[in-house]
């Protein structure tokens, strides 16, 4: 028989139930709760006459819908406004912990829970949102849910879930410099396609992964779901459990001890076998830069907009065609020639201090380009502004042009305020590059932070390393 | 929730891949904190040619005659076919709502995202998973006899088209029940309470980090 993956030991450690046909009843650990797709389970919740099976197990902030300037005038829009209150009404109802609007604690659920050590390694984790898959960095087994799930996470702690198959992707080999887990990601996206993970938990692992930090792991495991998959992960290691010691809600003293000794087997078994093994040469992986509608279409930054005529299924070549025109872009022009007219530095993929610190290093002593009409920084969350300001990168953002906002998910989806104007093109750290994903009509060029800096100085993108001055 | 058992209406051909949540129910609408009212804002970006407004009128806006939900007979349908890696992107359940609330009852694509795959069995929308080569030749017939009603049978597992094929399609049997009978999730789960309770206090002598509250 042979060994056990981590997924393998994810899963059987929380079955409640099994089914003769598989399905089974897995027990939920943390559930994490936003504004925006919970509002219609506590009202099922309500109607029902039920409460919460183990409120305990609940983190809820406000992070889709919040602005991210001058917070002191509330929300502006009522529809907005609303949605947060209710979310403000429901965990008073049930005594949920929640951090509102203005606690130095609020961010992006997915920053916030590992920051606070909410999300631990072994746990199962759940959300009303698809990221939610950036917690299997800490080798969790973390998967987004629709609102019929959180209302049945609430009531029972448990979900009906069937298996997924396993894939490992492993690379191997030294990165260049300048070569980010938002690279990776996207490389990996653009190998196996977004559908490619459809069906599968992914492992993400080989030598690449584990020189990761925990927060570039997060960036890896935040677009699995991007690569179709519901759930990302990596083996937990030192890097880990280091992460975890002190966190606000990770155990304590003997008992972190004891849960550590526990962490350090959830890592694959040599001998495991999993269902699908993709691999990639860490070495051959350059900065990357969607050009069109779908995280999959996506080439190294030294690259040219690719042409559909080249293509030979027609769904797909009719797939780019329709991008192309979308983006406004003809095939064959180098990516470097094209030019942002906004720069976003933020969402769940890329907003945690590691990432500040990589868009400031770029942009320390350089200016934002005239034709780049708007460059923001969006925090992750409070408690990543505050360590971003006592770091002076505010001030190095601030002096080059850029806006310094407040933490929220902001122009990632454009629920607040923050969005893009038809037609208007974006260098964004986001994860998605849908049609009218950032606003009707935008164009989106996904990126990492040090590209989206280097687009926001130079105009066009580039790598950071040929930037002057 | 509604069972499903036979449905019988138009399909219409949705000839895109990687239809994305964001395209079926774009984020404004996101706002209500309802289940219904999504339907006259389903695949709004495609639908009109002029922006809407969350909990607003759309009877006035100009549809856009491009769109194949706005040709008839398509404004009709009620089967959804798709092409692959259908339902992709955000978890938003809105999306399964918004395609219940046009009056859409199943979807028939080679291949479905998971998440939107899930969603759609909580709310009694079909998704029908059938081979690449069976959905080009409905695509083809429908196509070619635009209103032809096709039928989605989840007792017998088929998709049959008048005087042509009937396409069996496999789905798992634990769902297929609970969508049959149109079963509460959340009751069915509750029959198991001792169970989670003796889970809980297993792990809470386990493995007591994880169970805080």
Same mark, same amino acid.
């Given at each position: 028989?042979?060994?056990?993956?981590?997924?393998?030991?994810?899963? %059987?450690?929380?079955?409640?139930?099994?089914?003769?046909?598989?399905?089974?009843?897995?027990?939920?650990?943390?559930?994490?709760?936003?504004?925006?797709?919970?509002? %219609?389970?506590?009202?099922?919740?309500?109607?029902?006459?039920?409460?919460?099976?183990?409120?305990?197990?609940?983190?809820? @902030? =406000?992070?889709?819908?919040?602005?991210?300037?001058?917070?002191?005038?509330?929300?502006?829009?009522?529809?907005?406004?609303?949605?947060?209150?209710?979310?403000?009404?429901?965990?008073?109802?049930?005594?949920?912990?929640?951090?509102?609007?203005?606690?130095?604690?609020?961010?992006?659920?997915?920053?916030?829970?590992?920051?606070?050590?909410?999300?631990?390694?072994?746990?199962?984790?759940?959300?009303?949102?698809?990221?939610?898959?950036?917690?299997?960095?800490?080798?969790?087994?973390?998967?987004?849910?629709?609102?019929?799930?959180?209302?049945?996470?609430?009531?029972?702690?448990?979900?009906?879930?069937?298996?997924?198959?396993?894939?490992?992707?492993?690379?191997?080999?030294?990165?260049? =410099?300048?070569?980010?887990?938002?690279?990776?990601?996207?490389?990996? !996206?653009?190998?196996?396609?977004?559908?490619?993970?459809?069906?599968?938990?992914?492992?993400?692992?080989?030598?690449?992964?584990?020189?990761?930090? !925990?927060?570039?792991?997060?960036?890896?495991?935040?677009?699995?779901?991007?690569?179709?998959?519901?759930?990302?992960?990596?083996?937990?290691?030192?890097?880990?459990?280091?992460?975890?010691?002190?966190?606000?809600?990770?155990?304590?003293?003997?008992?972190?001890?004891?849960?550590?000794?526990?962490?350090?087997?959830?890592?694959?078994?040599?001998?495991?076998?999993?269902?699908? @093994?993709?691999?990639?040469?860490?070495?051959?992986?350059?900065?990357?830069?969607?050009?069109?509608?779908?995280?999959?279409?996506?080439?190294?930054?030294?690259?040219?907009?690719?042409? =559909?005529?080249?293509?030979?299924?027609?769904?797909?070549?009719?797939?780019?065609?329709?991008?192309?025109?979308?983006?406004?872009?003809?095939?064959?022009?180098?990516?470097?020639? !094209?030019?942002?007219?906004?720069?976003?530095?933020?969402?769940?993929?890329?907003?945690?201090?590691?990432?500040?610190?990589?868009?400031?290093?770029?942009?320390?002593?350089?200016?934002?380009?005239?034709? @780049?009409?708007?460059?923001?920084?969006?925090?992750?969350?409070?408690?990543?502004?505050?360590?971003?300001?006592?770091?002076?990168?505010?001030?190095?953002?601030?002096?080059?042009?850029?806006?310094?906002?407040?933490?929220?998910?902001?122009?990632?989806?454009?629920?607040?305020?923050?969005?893009?104007?038809?037609?208007?093109?974006?260098?964004?750290?986001?994860?998605?590059?849908?049609?009218?994903? %950032?606003?009707?009509?935008?164009?989106?060029?996904?990126?990492?932070?040090?590209?989206?800096?280097?687009?926001?100085?130079?105009?066009?993108?580039?790598?950071?390393?040929?930037?002057?001055? | 929730?509604?069972?499903? /058992?036979?449905?019988?209406?138009?399909?219409?051909? #949705?000839?895109?891949?990687?239809?994305? /949540?964001?395209?079926?129910?774009? $984020?404004?609408?996101? $706002?209500?904190? $309802?289940? /219904?009212?999504?339907?006259?804002?389903?695949?709004?970006?495609?639908?009109?040619?002029?922006?809407?407004?969350?909990?607003?009128?759309?009877?006035?806006?100009?549809?856009?005659?491009?769109?194949?939900?706005?040709?008839?007979?398509?404004?009709?349908?009620?089967?959804?076919?798709?092409?692959?890696?259908?339902?992709?992107?955000?978890?938003?359940?809105?999306?399964?709502?918004?395609?219940?609330?046009?009056?859409?009852?199943?979807?028939?694509?080679?291949?479905?995202?998971?998440?939107?795959?899930?969603?759609?069995? $909580?709310?009694?929308? #079909?998704?029908?998973?059938?081979?690449?080569?069976?959905?080009?030749? #409905?695509?083809?017939?429908?196509?070619?006899?635009?209103?032809?009603?096709?039928?989605?049978?989840?007792? /017998?597992?088929?998709?049959?088209?008048?005087?042509?094929?009937?396409?069996?399609?496999?789905?798992?049997?634990?769902?297929?029940?609970?969508?049959?009978?149109?079963?509460?999730?959340?009751?069915?789960?509750?029959?198991?309470?001792?169970?989670?309770?003796?889970?809980?206090?297993?792990?809470?002598?386990?493995?007591?980090? #994880?169970?805080?509250?």
């Amino acid at each position: 028989m042979s060994g056990k993956t981590l997924y393998d030991k994810l899963w %059987q450690a929380h079955v409640v139930h099994e089914e003769p046909d598989g399905t089974t009843l897995l027990y939920i650990d943390r559930h994490l709760v936003h504004e925006v797709t919970s509002p %219609q389970a506590f009202e099922g919740l309500r109607l029902a006459g039920r409460k919460p099976w183990r409120g305990g197990s609940v983190l809820a @902030v =406000p992070d889709h819908n919040v602005p991210t300037e001058r917070r002191d005038l509330g929300i502006a829009d009522p529809v907005s406004r609303t949605q947060v209150e209710t979310l403000e009404h429901n965990v008073a109802e049930y005594g949920l912990r929640f951090f509102p609007m203005r606690d130095l604690r609020q961010g992006i659920v997915h920053v916030i829970g590992p920051e606070q050590g909410a999300t631990l390694p072994g746990m199962t984790v759940v959300c009303g949102d698809s990221h939610t898959s950036t917690h299997g960095a800490l080798g969790a087994l973390a998967f987004g849910i629709g609102t019929s799930e959180v209302e049945h996470v609430l009531a029972t702690q448990c979900l009906w879930q069937s298996r997924s198959q396993s894939m490992l992707v492993r690379v191997d080999g030294e990165l260049r =410099p300048g070569v980010t887990g938002k690279d990776i990601v996207l490389a990996i !996206i653009g190998a196996i396609g977004t559908a490619g993970g459809n069906g599968y938990a992914i492992e993400f692992g080989g030598s690449a992964i584990r020189s990761l930090s !925990i927060e570039g792991r997060m960036t890896v495991c935040n677009m699995a779901i991007e690569a179709g998959a519901r759930a990302g992960m990596v083996a937990v290691d030192e890097k880990t459990i280091e992460y975890v010691r002190g966190r606000p809600q990770a155990p304590t003293g003997e008992l972190f001890e004891q849960a550590a000794a526990a962490w350090r087997d959830l890592v694959s078994d040599p001998d495991a076998r999993f269902d699908r @093994v993709v691999e990639l040469d860490a070495a051959g992986i350059e900065p990357q830069v969607t050009w069109g509608t779908s995280p999959e279409m996506v080439v190294p930054v030294s690259g040219r907009v690719p042409d =559909p005529a080249r293509e030979r299924d027609p769904v797909r070549a009719e797939g780019m065609r329709r991008a192309l025109s979308y983006m406004g872009l003809q095939a064959g022009t180098p990516i470097a020639a !094209i030019r942002p007219d906004k720069v976003f530095i933020g969402s769940c993929t890329n907003s945690r201090i590691e990432d500040l610190r990589e868009a400031a290093a770029v942009v320390r002593g350089r200016r934002k380009a005239d034709s @780049v009409k708007l460059a923001m920084v969006v925090p992750g969350s409070g408690l990543v502004k505050q360590q971003a300001e006592a770091e002076g990168l505010d001030r190095v953002f601030l002096e080059a042009g850029f806006e310094w906002r407040e933490p929220g998910c902001s122009m990632c989806l454009a629920m607040n305020a923050d969005r893009l104007e038809s037609g208007e093109r974006c260098a964004s750290t986001s994860n998605r590059n849908f049609e009218g994903r %950032q606003g009707q009509g935008g164009r989106t060029h996904l990126v990492s932070p040090a590209l989206a800096a280097a687009a926001a100085v130079a105009g066009h993108f580039v790598e950071p390393a040929q930037l002057e001055g | 929730m509604q069972a499903f /058992t036979v449905h019988r209406g138009i399909a219409a051909p #949705l000839d895109r891949a990687n239809v994305d /949540t964001d395209a079926i129910i774009p $984020k404004q609408y996101l $706002k209500s904190i $309802k289940r /219904t009212g999504f339907g006259p804002n389903a695949f709004d970006d495609w639908r009109y040619l002029d922006p809407g407004q969350p909990d607003a009128d759309n009877s006035g806006r100009r549809p856009n005659p491009e769109f194949v939900l706005n040709q008839p007979p398509f404004d009709r349908a009620t089967i959804l076919l798709a092409r692959e890696n259908f339902g992709c992107g955000s978890s938003r359940e809105h999306a399964v709502w918004a395609l219940g609330d046009f009056g859409f009852r199943a979807v028939i694509a080679p291949s479905f995202a998971d998440i939107f795959f899930s969603n759609s069995f $909580k709310n009694g929308l #079909l998704p029908v998973v059938l081979a690449e080569n069976a959905v080009d030749e #409905l695509f083809r017939r429908v196509q070619a006899e635009p209103g032809l009603e096709i039928e989605v049978d989840l007792q /017998t597992q088929e998709v049959r088209v008048p005087g042509g094929p009937a396409f069996r399609f496999e789905i798992d049997s634990d769902r297929r029940r609970r969508l049959l009978e149109g079963l509460d999730d959340i009751a069915l789960t509750l029959q198991h309470a001792d169970e989670i309770r003796a889970y809980e206090e297993r792990r809470r002598r386990e493995a007591p980090w #994880l169970i805080v509250g």
